[in-house]
């Protein structure tokens, strides 16, 4: 089922300076066409006066003096030569226009960008739209239209529903008008396809389905379900795009316009009020999760200046503790490798957090073999509750020693998840990244390994800042492939910032040193003499330094 949206341009009245268009989601509402859509690209239209009392009030309805409305709802015939037909277009003035914040997305947004960004900042900030990246507008575009005929959502359909559920890890669909209406033909209607990355304080929904210049506004939908609106691509602070996309919830989008306006009192009926209280107090059960059904397990490591993941590779009980194995980047413990120490932090998808010292055992001794190990005792109730979570993907060793499991095999096209903390370093459960094994890089005589040895799995998952160390695993076995280690960086001539690829992630094969954890695991002696011939082999490294060639900088 692909959900409608439609494509909107906006003009300023008094002068005629247009906007770039972006889009919304057609909604039956009180027997009218209503278009949910972002606010934030409106703002540079607005006076700051305007701009002022909505921040002051959390709504607003906007003035039908300000701006007039260049509404285009379209029907996508699906592969044909035509662009997509105009079902019906309205020039929007004297109507209904609510716009409102949502409370909950704009603590959550503010906890992760930066902190410095007050409420407090002067008029001409006010222009800046990640001020309003938790604001919607919900405008009239139509009245005597009729729904039925374009199989339009109600909104009773959203304010009712309990069925919605957002999982981590699902797939998705993103439906959008990017470029405005200049290039239907090409960008009318387009799809593009993703999974739930994160799913933050039952709010913001993260997505790595793509998101082009003008996708604001659009849907997040499963096969059955309306799940979010979009509200923007995700930026680093050079300007590069990310990959990943924010956008609101649908049910935290109707909660906050309903409480917002009071429409519970004066607009709907009893039927979506009850309703409505319902779908709230089953929402946790709803977006709920179990963690063990993606893969292992991802803690966060803090070093003195960086911070990246590791992935529970094993656990060893005794009878009063348990001894956690991680494995990691020696890129990301190295600044902690003077006292031997680093912070190790364990986050669950209910966000609970546990803090523990982890001790370095290991660390490679070359740039290619980029590999640590990282050892944390802890309580048994912890070791055991890691296990409930990990036991889908471990195999037991013994009665008290359980390790991954991983394959000796990689095959390219292979559907793969990147699960790590990456993006914001903050407090959150792990993001995951769709993608799909783009290579394998083998060599044919390996130091210390048989031949044809893959060295290197190249993917097309998500990779960035804090990604290091974290997992690449199967998405049909949820077995583990191997360590993240980087992303691709380009230098450019004359170009300051290097030219970022986030979806060209390089990866460490398990099979190169989940055997030496496992005699580290069962006690054997000279366990890590395999790792210290691997990071003397130059044939690898020259594969990892990408042939030598300076042009290419592939560490983060």
């Avoid at 990959?243 to 909660?255: K, L, S």
Wanted: net charge neutral; hydrophobic share 40%.
């Amino acid at each position: 089922m692909e959900c409608s949206t439609c494509s909107i341009n906006f003009e300023r009245i008094k002068d005629s300076v247009k906007t770039d268009a972006w889009s919304g989601i057609p909604i039956e509402f009180e027997n009218d066409i209503f278009c949910l859509t972002a606010f934030s690209p409106l703002v540079d239209l607005l006076p700051c006066g305007f701009l002022n009392n909505l921040r002051e009030q959390n709504r607003g309805i906007l003035p039908a003096n300000l701006l007039s409305f260049d509404v285009n709802v379209l029907r996508d015939d699906g592969d044909t030569p035509d662009k997509p037909k105009i079902m019906f277009r309205r020039l929007v003035g004297f109507n209904t226009s609510y716009i409102w914040k949502s409370s909950n997305l704009h603590t959550v947004m503010k906890n992760l960008v930066d902190p410095t960004t007050v409420e407090s900042e002067p008029c001409c900030d006010l222009h800046n739209p990640l001020q309003f990246h938790s604001w919607f507008l919900f405008i009239k575009i139509g009245s005597n239209i009729p729904g039925h005929q374009y199989n339009f959502m109600k909104f009773s359909q959203l304010a009712t529903s309990n069925t919605t559920t957002v999982k981590k890890g699902m797939s998705i669909f993103s439906s959008a008008y990017p470029f405005g209406r200049s290039h239907l033909s090409v960008f009318g209607a387009c799809l593009s396809k993703g999974v739930i990355s994160n799913f933050l304080k039952r709010s913001l929904i993260i997505t790595d389905a793509r998101c082009l210049p003008g996708s604001e506004g659009g849907a997040i939908y499963s096969t059955h379900d309306l799940l979010g609106v979009i509200v923007s691509p995700i930026a680093l602070e050079s300007g590069q795009q990310t990959g990943f996309t924010a956008a609101c919830y649908i049910g935290e989008v109707v909660r906050s316009f309903i409480k917002s306006f009071g429409l519970n009192e004066h607009y709907l009926t009893s039927q979506y009020t009850s309703a409505l209280g319902a779908t709230m107090n089953s929402f946790s059960k709803a977006a709920g999760v179990k963690e063990s059904d993606f893969g292992p397990q991802i803690i966060k490591i803090n070093s003195t200046s960086i911070w990246g993941s590791g992935v529970v590779a094993g656990l060893k009980f005794d009878e009063n503790t348990c001894r956690v194995f991680i494995i990691t980047c020696q890129h990301v413990i190295k600044d902690g490798t003077a006292n031997g120490k680093v912070s190790c932090t364990f986050f669950s998808e209910k966000d609970h957090e546990i803090s523990l010292q982890g001790h370095v055992c290991y660390q490679a001794r070359s740039m290619w073999f980029d590999f640590a190990i990282v050892t944390v005792d802890c309580k048994v109730s912890i070791g055991s509750h890691l296990l409930d979570l990990s036991r889908p993907v471990m195999k037991k060793l013994n009665k008290l020693c359980f390790m991954l499991l991983f394959p000796t095999s990689y095959h390219k096209g292979d559907e793969v998840f990147v699960k790590a903390h990456t993006l914001f370093d903050d407090f959150q459960p792990p993001f995951l990244s769709s993608g799909v094994i783009s290579k394998v890089v083998r060599i044919t005589k390996l130091t210390a390994s048989s031949e044809n040895t893959p060295i290197l799995i190249h993917t097309t998952s998500i990779v960035l800042n804090g990604s290091s160390g974290g997992a690449l695993f199967s998405k049909q076995s949820f077995q583990l492939l191997g360590l993240v280690v980087c992303n691709v960086q380009e230098v450019l001539d004359g170009v300051s910032t290097p030219l970022l690829y986030s979806n060209v992630s390089f990866v460490l094969p398990a099979a190169l040193f989940m055997p030496a954890v496992y005699s580290f695991m069962t006690d054997h002696k000279h366990w890590s003499s395999k790792l210290d011939l691997l990071s003397q082999d130059n044939v690898a490294a020259g594969h990892w330094v990408l042939g030598g060639v300076n042009t290419l900088n592939s560490k983060l």
